[in-house]
């Protein structure tokens, strides 16, 4: 039996159409849905869920780093932009992840750093991904 503390579950149940509902282990509610491309939904779709993870997960990375520097972080953001393949499974055939930040004494170079650890070592959903998916990242300082 593995480590308890290791072991995830998830469990979703089925409203209508194409929307699902699940609750998480840690008590926060989550609705899945999957449409037309303007269509209203009641969430997004798993693909949509995994970009928005990608960037989650990086940018709790960063700000920790980065906070460990004991640097100012007025202004943060991520933008995650992806490709998918035309033929069934449709994974992502490339992931770009653009990293924006302002804050008094915060460098370019600080940045990267923060955003390559987090790239190669500390983001499990990035890593996760990585041996399907080319992951490519940006940086700029703003404002």
């Known amino acids: 039996m593995g480590d308890l503390n290791k072991i995830m579950k998830a469990k979703i149940q089925f409203q209508d159409g194409m929307h699902f509902s699940g609750l998480t282990e840690s008590g926060h ?3 899945w849905d999957s449409g037309p491309r303007d269509s209203i939904t009641s969430g997004p779709a798993p693909m949509e869920a995994v970009l928005q993870a990608v960037a989650a997960c990086s940018a709790m990375d960063v700000i920790s780093i980065i906070r460990k520097r004991r640097k100012q972080v007025d202004s943060f953001e991520i933008e995650v932009e992806a490709e998918k393949k035309t033929e069934h499974p449709k994974i992502f055939e490339y992931v770009t992840v653009t990293y ?3 804050g ?3 460098t370019t170079q600080e940045l990267e750093k ?3 650890l987090s790239q190669e070592r500390y983001c499990s959903v990035i890593n996760m991904i990585k041996p ?3 992951v490519s990242y940006r940086v700029e300082i703003v404002g």
Request: net charge neutral; hydrophobic share 40%; no cysteine.
């Open 132 to 134: 399907n998916v080319n």
């Open 29 to 31: 509610d989550m609705h």
């Open 100 to 102: 924006r930040m302002s």
């Open 114 to 116: 923060a955003v390559k």
């Open 104 to 106: 008094d004494g915060i």
